[in-house]
């Protein structure tokens, strides 16, 4: 019940377009009964030879007028009920990707894009249907059986009780059949997911597959869950394919009762012809609402617990958000970190541990470290994609948590590791931070970032798209155009995560020397693994395992000879030997 | 995500030839197409008998008063007692001639010859039609009971016979939808098969360059769209068509005039589902094209949410997506107004067309050129008309989008990249595994060439360590001796015979692969030993677990060897799973043993592990190691040095060393800290 009062809430901005809605259905669910009685009238006329052609005109026009007023009046319903529920939907889609948004990074580990992409198209889908069809059906289904009833009911009692033994019938199997279908095309969707894994497995397997010759054995694995998922299919189709058959065949049963029963009662002078006929009518009327009552149940249940599952995610509450925050509209580029200790969401050990260190606005940090000793971590830190305790971390000098979310993210440009485009073109792309336009800009920055000519070399230029439906890129160049993107938002911290691991070192070096003047007013961090990208910083910090172990200027690690001194050594090797010629 | 790209695709229109190559799979189920054709015969007849037994019900039983009566004065065979006159069925001579009416729930016994088809009024007991003036006697219900006793059989009759047409209609309608998803099932079960042992024949450069994610696709999602081709659209097309024929078979039959003026509406309704069909289409699949819009929005933006987060951007994007959902909102709007305008509108020609029946109809049944009854089963024949000419337009879209993934199909089925085995393969068992390339030249792609003028020798049972920096095709070479791809230049020689004249699955079947990322299958343990091969038993799996060093942590599983492998064994460690990979081998023990050694970090104990099961399944056989160890290196009969395609160094690992060349800069930088 609480289901559907949430269901209610959704669609009461709309109230009085279903209002109308509703109002015209009930309307054209009675005028519909109309013309059965007319053909009636009609049949007795015709039937006694009482007919003149007057008659004929007089119900025949009559017949015209209210199919003309039935296809407006459905019209009406349509638009307004079915328009509704696309309105809520719209809505409802609107609020669920609003609240996407708001939530943080620890939600995302857990849900897959996939499940959360199904509750804005699938389950939003179901909800429609419920909100639409459902309410349609409910509606239909009622008004039609108790009006159509009750005029059975005053023609003939009993013939009316005889003839609608089967009906309820039509109901149960509908209910019946709708939730073992529903259950047995899961089964299907599960055994097709099945043959769809075995595939995927099979061909990416395919090395080791053929290595060991297992070819033949492979294709007799894949003819057993071939023949599972037609085995699957045709359990579904020994129900699905009685359903209709069986209705149909539970309405010719009220037929033939009423033949049978109906025939001998006209015979017999207990009712006309012309009831008879109508009666013939009002059954193949009630043949609908009945299967209606079945399929309903099912859409209700599926869309109410399609709703459950759109609010269980509406009412995640987002980790990291504005709270006792300051009024900041500016921040300095003062960053230090204090004591700082992280540990992971449901993980044992942390992540950083006891970091302290201070940049001031214009200075160049620099942080080496091999993969997993927490250089990532830090910088998510910084940019608050997961909480820390209070009086850990400082921004100009402000604790990050009492920093406005959003001052703090355009304070800090960021170039992630892995650098996400979006599919649209490289000047949107680039132009993410902004709201206007300015080519200006766009074109500066795709020089300061090295990819201005590249860019120029496509043949759509700044209009190419990027990702599966245009050009695909390469690793260096995306990395280059996501570099652009952060120029472009001129922040007052940069922050670099070995964002230039795509290309070569001499490259990332002319890019960061590139990058030297916009530097200098701006509090920058790099992170590398290449000992060339930080060597020139103010301030260079080895990570490992969580902990800084090494810290100082380049020429001071050299000289400490410690994990800094034997990464140095080893690229230089690593140099020498590219540099070889065959 | 490609999917939604394919939905965005211009649909095929039809095509004959793809149509011919799909129909030939049809070619083993024509005896069930044929059954299934029959049923349909008799199920339309069935069918559409019905409307003629109430006809036959409501012109023969029902109105079977209006035949003609004589009043007898006295009792007779077969004659009926009213009030005090005996009635009998017939034309009697010398008796009054009579006829029974029915008026106002009655009925009335009139002495006289009352036309039925005429307006006829009673005026106290008097029956006034036109100039006529009868006498009418009521007749008591007990007494109509008797005279249409007879009547009353005939509508039992005939209505038992429609309760046994009901039924028929029912089970052969079953059997009809059961044998037609039955056949396109195992349709689409053989394209299926034929389509995964293709594909699966292919060589791996095919591989390499078509991502598995699409050929997947080929062969499930695509299939399915054939399965409706071929359940939905070729058989019910057919009786479809019997449907159309025999309603108008049974119009004609009825009443050729009707029938023709029923024929008129016929087009018009056709018209007008064709129109609504294709203004439907249109608008449907703009709505497609924007759903795949939100769901390539969706899975762009649920991905890339941690950068719109970092940008602070949520602002922006919100305004995008809602855009794009208000676009979705309009196409979905819009075809709900075309739905809106249609489908009340195809109502309204059906009652146009219904009016139009009862016009000429009535007509006909005032002047006598018609009984009631015919008219009502036209009323019946002109409802049933709507549902196949409904149908066939709705058929249309999917044979639309059956071309469309018959092409991707068939374009599939077409491709014959794969390497060939000779005509007159060299018969071969067991090979001591001596290997030996003689200027081997080698390229993925043309003229990029990743091995050039590569030769060396292997002797059996020694073991080479290939060394070099990425890319200085140290993997090549190991995917060349199993013959993954063929070379372009030169030769490779396995006991001194060219793997070219070799059936590839016996020279594969003498090499066993390890390669640095494991590849486990979903199942278990077990089944990743001995992957599929029955011959290996249990006992021999188990051993060579043992032999490997697999058995520490195998045993420790709860479920043992049968202990449940996920997807791509992710459970696993890397140091594990390198360790059933081993087994692997030592179960199928080839003469021939390829390994690519993993670079991650293993602990130190699988490390020691591993160093311990390498030695032991190294022992005897040709062994090609892309190291990454330097005691893996150190214990090679012969390290060769490769570098960007050609080989650099040869020698061992001291020899080496003492030349200071490559090897020992790549000493110093891979190997020297893991000693």
Known sequence: MNKFKSLIRYTSKYKFRYLIGITFLLLIDLIQLIPPKLIGYLTDLLSKGNATKAHLIKYISLIVLISFSMAIGRY?????????????????????????????????????????????????????????????????????????????????????????????????????????????????????????????????????????????????????????????????????????????????????????????????????????????????????????FGWVINIIQRGLASLERIENILHQKPDVFDNDVKDLKYLNGDISIKNLT??????????????????????????????????????????????????????GGIDINRIPLKILRESIGFVPQDSFLFSTTITENINLPLEQLDMAEIIESTKAADIYDNILNFKDGFDTIVGERGVTLSGGQKQRISIARTL???????????????????????ILSNLKNIMKEKTSIIISHRISAVKDADLIVVLDDGKIVEMGLHSQLIEMNGIYKSIFDKQQIEEKIQSEEV | MENFQMEEAVVKEYDSKLMRRLLTFTKPYLSSFGLVIIIMFVLTIADLYIPKLVKDVIDNNINGYTRDYSILKSYSPESWKIG????????????????????????????????????????????????????????????????????????????????????????????????????????????????????????????????????????TNDVETLNEMYTSVLLNLIKDAFLIIFILVAMFLLNVKLALITLFVIPVITAAIIIFKRYDREAYRDVRVKLARINAFLSENISGMKIVQIFAKEEKKYKEFANINREYFDASYHQLQIIAIFRPFIDLVYSLALAALLWFGGIRVINNNLTFGILFAFVSYLQKFFQPINDISEKYDILQSSMASSERIFMLLDKDERIKNPDNPVSIETLKGEIEFKNVWFAYKENDWVLKDVSFKINPGEKVAFVGATGAGKTSIISLISR???????????????????????????????????????????????????????ETIISAARYVNADKFIEKLPDKYDSYVNERGTT????????????????????????????ANIDTETESLIQDALEKITENRTTIIVAHRLSTIKKADKIIVLHKGKIRETGTHEELLKREGLYYNLYQLQYKDLA
């Open chain 2, 84 to 219: 005090d006159l005996y009635i009998k069925e017939g034309n009697i001579k010398n008796a009054v001639k009579a006829s029974i009416v029915y008026s106002d729930n009655a009925y009335y016994l009139v002495e006289g010859r009352v036309n039925h088809k005429e307006p006829y009024k009673f005026v106290g007991d008097k029956l006034l039609q036109g100039k006529n003036i009868f006498k009418s006697y009521k007749i008591k219900p007990s007494e109509i009971k008797e005279v249409r006793r007879s009547d009353a059989k005939g509508v039992l009759n005939k209505t038992m016979l429609m309760l046994f047409l009901s039924i028929l209609v029912f089970l052969l309608g079953y059997i009809q939808v059961y044998l037609i998803s039955k056949t396109g099932q195992k349709i689409i079960f053989d394209i299926r098969q034929k389509l995964f042992r293709h594909v699966e024949d292919l060589s791996l450069s095919f591989f390499d360059s078509n991502p598995v994610g699409r050929l997947v696709t080929r062969i």
């Open chain 1, 76 to 292: 009406i319903w349509r638009i307004y009920i079915f328009g509704s529920a696309r309105l809520v939907e719209f809505d409802m889609r609107n609020k669920l990707f609003q609240h996407l948004q708001k939530l943080s990074q620890n939600f995302y580990n857990q849900h897959k894009t996939g499940d959360l992409m199904a509750l804005a198209t699938n389950d939003l889908n179901a909800v429609r249907m419920t909100l639409g069809q459902g309410i349609i059906m409910i509606t239909d289904a009622i008004v039609l059986t108790i009006t159509t009833l009750s005029i059975m009911l005053s023609i003939n009692v009993k013939l009316t009780l005889i003839s609608l033994i089967p009906l309820p019938f039509v109901a149960l199997v509908a209910t019946k059949f709708g939730k073992i279908i529903h259950n047995k095309f899961l089964k299907v969707q599960e055994s097709f997911s099945k043959l769809t894994d075995i595939v995927q497995e099979n061909f990416s397997g395919i090395r080791i597959i053929k290595s060991f010759v297992q070819e033949e054995k492979e294709y007799i694995k894949f003819t057993k869950e071939n023949q599972h998922n037609y085995e699957t299919n045709m359990e579904l189709v020994k129900i699905w394919g009685m359903f209709f058959p069986l209705v149909e065949f539970i309405a010719s049963l009220s037929f033939v009762f009423l033949t049978g029963v109906g025939g001998t009662y006209v015979i017999y002078g207990y009712i006309s012809l012309g009831d008879f006929i109508a009666f013939n009518m009002y059954i193949g009327t009630l043949v609908w609402p009945m299967m209606a």
């Open chain 1, 488 to 510: 472009i938002k001129n922040p007052k911290i940069l922050i670099f995560d070995d964002c230039l691991s795509a290309v070569d070192a001499k490259t990332e070096v002319n």
């Open chain 2, 572 to 599: 696993f460690s890397q140091g594990e799973r390198q360790l059933i990979a081993f087994a692997r081998a030592i179960a199928f023990n080839p003469p021939i043993l390829v390994l690519d050694e993993a670079t």
């Open chain 1, 342 to 395: 992280f540990k992971y969401p449901d993980t044992e050990s942390p992540a950083l541990e006891n970091i302290n260190l201070t940049v001031k606005e214009g200075q160049t940090l620099g942080i080496i470290g091999k993969t997993g000793s927490g250089k990532s971590t830090l910088v998510n830190l910084l940019l608050r994609l997961y909480n820390v305790n209070d009086n850990t971390i400082f921004i």
């Open chain 2, 484 to 538: 993954f791809y063929d070379i372009q230049k030169g030769e490779i020689l396995i006991d001194g015979i060219n793997i070219k004249n070799m059936n590839k699955e016996d020279l594969r079947k003498n090499v066993a692969t390890v390669l640095q990322d494991v590849f486990l299958f979903t199942g278990d343990i077990k089944g990743n030993i001995r992957l599929n091969n029955d011959e290996i038993s249990d």
